[in-house]
């Protein structure tokens, strides 16, 4: 095999020759896009080296490997990552230069593959890139979907949402594996196994099968020569299923029926986080996913392995969250019926396989499916899952005989108001560990959430605080503070040790360093203010502090807390033009489900504020407020390296982590927040001198609940009454007090997320905050704290954390 050169020459070379073979063009006659494509397929042949070791490396060691099961996957933009990992930018800068292009605008045709929603999907991308980083074996499982997170677009303020074909230009980055399909069935009929005197084998006969096509996209680890992959399952209709005979009598539509049906299965992506959809075509996704995916994890055990003995040995399956816990019940079916274990032995070998994160603690949000849903689509696996739950409740009943009020509580079937599967409890049920993801959210999954589960198997529960890639949000994010990092710490190590940044510590009292700093995020909020000139035409000064609000709206994390506040600034501006206030970049970023009609109606109200406050002559000098549509990865990365300030005002007890936090603190912005999620243990890190906290805690707010009166803080509290009775006098809509009552109706009637109990504490916190940053060197120095104190939130120390306690894994170097 010819393997890849390594200067700059074979690049230059390898590039002309994929611009030809590849791309069938010529330098003359090239495309930006061309280059775009040839650049990437440049790059990717030095990944694929690699990646050919790699799997010769795990052949050969034949170890216990991670199997990753997530539904999403929010990868960002490839190429800047893999230059970076493959460390030929510096070939590329030359290059394109001679050619008269720049390396950002090539970067402006790279494509964000938008395959998941908010948090979760983010983690398991930084999971799957620190893996890599520290040599871990692993694969991460996924569905391709054809359409990723709708592209969002703002028309007359409103959210539309359109579909993102992001792989319309074909995607540079993946390899399709057509010989490793598999075959998945839906429906049917299940009956008894003739060989099985238990009754606990049957053979299922389906109704309708599809094909799964993988195909995978690269993971390098940073610094080390481990390529992993995602493999990614579309769905495809068996070849049988064009109707020739129809299509020649000119039936066009029938005769395409099924393979519409079969490929709809992997078409979108659902956007809606953490509301269940009880849409059966999700049940099918899901379904799809574990079926594939288990089928290719056994066939890569045999490859090494026979027997079944090893498998647990040999296989871990974490579960992220409860969209591919079908895997349990589909393992157990494989298993029992088609590979004849007894059950006791294929329960034994499920359960030792599987590790289960839950990411949330909304009771909304946790998974239930109709019974009757689940039997039409999936016969056997409702069997399965009466079975599993019928010895589970047997052991229950030994350890508390005769409570069976905690038989109701703990079984995997809810009986009323209607019967349904409860995936949280099938999936603690058929897990060995089960964890939550930061310690606050831990606690009380233990104490509320699954607290039957959790006094039943107390061992069975780990904390594993959530991390981010250091590589993707400082390194590719943030070039300057890298670079100024680099220079003081002596080399770059701390990429792959970010504790090392406690080093910074040192110079957070050197006037110097500070002055230096502060040049970066200037810098940066000079770049930013571009990003939102192009997307919104607003022009911000980069010089007023930068708040940010960055993340999915829902209600819990209380965006309309924040534009309360900025509501306020808005009165008091006006009534007061020549009141001594900091001046503010408010920059809100994030989609809120289609269907999530509260929270479209109030990103409409961000726009409207912020058409209202952009254009008061005296008020924009001061204040402005953006809200750049389609946040992403991708816009992520040019936000965060700018912000001052971090909004992480959820409710106490309701964020089960936050990532974006991290990222946030880790690029020198101060938080403000609650005691939520991790904001509790960046706060233990950085300092509580360096963060700012308000509000009610997880238990204050859980008491306050049960008891609460909105209005009386609207009526005893002036500001807080004048900011809503500006909204509902229509201010905002020219006039129209109807658009946005139900806004105000929610606050007042329900305000279900006690944003009015914690208003006064935020708004005394932003002053002190405007307090702090009047002091630009005592701010600058609180920044670099923030940066050096926050090395723990390293997803490599998340997945370290994930391998010593729960996976047991150890790395494979790569010759
Ligand atoms: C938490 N998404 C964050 C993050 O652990 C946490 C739900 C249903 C359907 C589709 N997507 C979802 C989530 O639940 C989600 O993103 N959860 C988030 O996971 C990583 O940091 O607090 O809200």
Redesign the pocket.
């Known amino acids: 095999m010819r393997s890849v050169g390594s200067t700059l020459a074979d690049f230059e070379q390898d590039l002309i020759s994929n611009l030809y073979y590849q791309r069938g063009t010529t330098l003359e006659s090239a495309s930006g896009s061309d280059g775009y494509q040839t650049l990437a397929l440049t790059v990717r042949d030095r990944l694929v080296e690699r990646y050919a070791r790699t799997a010769a490396a795990h052949y050969e060691a034949n170890p216990r490997f991670v199997y990753y099961l997530s ?2 996957y929010l990868l960002g933009r490839q190429l800047g990552q893999n230059l970076l990992y493959t460390d030929t930018e510096r070939f590329v800068r030359p290059i394109a230069a001679d050619l008269g292009v720049t390396l950002e605008d090539l970067e402006s045709y790279d494509v964000e593959p938008g395959l ?8 398991a991308a930084c999971l799957m890139d620190s893996m890599a980083t520290l040599d871990i074996p692993a694969v991460g499982y996924g569905i391709r979907y054809e359409f990723g997170i709708f592209k969002q677009a703002f028309r007359d303020g409103a959210q539309v949402e359109r579909p993102d074909d992001w792989t319309f230009y074909g995607n540079p980055w993946e390899f399709p594996a057509p010989d490793d399909r598999q075959v998945v069935g839906f429906y049917g009929t299940t009956a008894a196994a003739l060989d099985d005197p238990t009754g606990l084998r049957r053979q299922w006969t389906p109704g309708e099968v599809v094909r799964g096509e993988p195909s995978h996209m690269l993971v390098p680890g940073y610094g080390t020569q481990t390529v992993n992959i995602i493999r990614l399952w579309q769905a495809r209709a068996s070849r049988q299923s064009f109707d020739l005979s129809r299509f020649g009598a000119g039936q066009y539509k029938e005769a395409v029926e099924d393979i519409v049906r079969a490929e709809n299965i992997s078409k979108v992506l ?1 956007p ?4 269940e959809q009880g849409r059966e075509l999700r049940l099918k996704q899901q379904y799809f996913l574990v079926a594939c995916s288990l089928r290719d994890i056994i066939r890569r055990y045999r490859l090494r392995n026979t027997g079944w003995d090893a498998f647990p040995a040999k296989v871990v399956i974490q579960l992220n ?1 409860t ?1 591919p816990v079908m895997a349990v019940t589909e393992l157990m079916r494989l298993l029992v019926d088609e590979y004849k274990l007894d059950w006791d032995l294929a329960w034994s070998i499920t359960r030792r396989t599987f590790n289960y ?1 839950c ?2 603690l909304l009771p909304e ?1 946790l ?1 239930t499916w109709p019974v009757a849903v689940v039997e039409r689509l999936l016969p056997r696996h409702m069997e399965i899952i009466y079975a599993i739950n019928h010895f589970f409740l047997q052991e229950v009943e030994a350890t508390y005989p005769g409570d069976l009020d905690r038989l109701r509580r703990l079984s995997i079937i809810q009986e009323e108001p209607d019967k349904r599967v409860r995936m949280a409890h099938l999936a603690v049920v058929g897990s060995t560990a089960v964890n939550g ?2 310690e606050l ?1 831990t606690r009380l999954l233990a104490a509320t959430t699954l607290r039957d589960f959790a006094e039943l198997w107390p061992q069975k529960f780990h904390n594993v605080t ?1 991390g981010v890639t250091p590589r993707r949000f400082v390194r590719l994010a943030n070039p300057r503070l890298s670079e100024l990092i680099t220079e003081r710490l002596g080399d770059e190590s701390w990429l792959t040790d970010l504790d090392r940044l406690e080093g910074l510590a040192g110079v957070a009292d050197d006037p110097a360093f500070l002055e230096r700093w502060r040049a970066v995020k200037r810098a940066n909020k000079v770049d930013l203010a571009a990003h939102v000139e192009r997307s919104t035409g607003v022009v911000i000064d980069p010089d007023a502090l930068c708040d940010v609000m960055i993340k ?1 709206f829902h209600e819990y994390k209380r965006q309309h807390l924040k534009l309360l506040h900025v509501i306020m600034l808005f009165n008091r501006l006006r009534e007061h033009p020549d009141l001594d206030v900091v001046p503010r970049t408010v920059l809100f970023g994030g989609k809120a489900a289609p269907g999530y009609h509260s929270m479209k109606l109030l990103l409409r109200l961000v726009n409207a504020v912020a058409e209202t406050v952009n254009t008061d002559p005296v008020v924009s000098r001061r204040l402005k407020v953006v809200l750049p549509p389609d946040y992403n990865v991708t816009r992520a990365q040019w936000i965060i390296p700018a912000a001052d300030l971090s909004e992480q005002i959820s409710l106490a007890g309701k ?5 974006g936090n991290m990222k946030l603190a880790l690029n020198g912005a101060l938080t403000i927040g609650t005691l939520d ?2 904001n509790i243990e960046i706060r233990d890190r950085v300092g509580a001198d360096n963060f700012f906290l308000f509000g009610l805690d997880a238990q204050e707010a859980a008491d306050l609940r049960r008891d609460y009166h909105p209005r009386a803080y609207y009526e005893s509290d002036p500001d807080l009454r004048a900011a809503i009775d500006t909204i509902a006098a229509g201010t905002f809509a020219k006039g129209d007090r109807s658009l946005f009552a139900p806004v105000v109706d929610s606050m007042l009637g329900r305000d279900e997320y006690l944003a009015l109990a914690d208003y006064r504490a935020y708004l005394e916190c932003q002053e002190r905050v405007e307090h702090a940053w009047r002091d630009q060197e005592a701010w600058a120095r609180m920044s670099v704290l923030n940066s050096a104190r926050s090395g723990f939130f390293s997803s490599d120390r998340t997945v370290r954390e994930y391998c010593d306690r729960i996976w047991r894994v150890e790395p494979v170097r790569v010759a």
């Open positions: 539904a999403e998941g929603n908010g948090g979760l999907g983010r983690l659902y809606d986080d953490s509301t969250d969209h994160t990411h949330t949000a998974e993801v930061a959210h959530n999915r964020e089960a982590s936050g990532t999620g991790a």
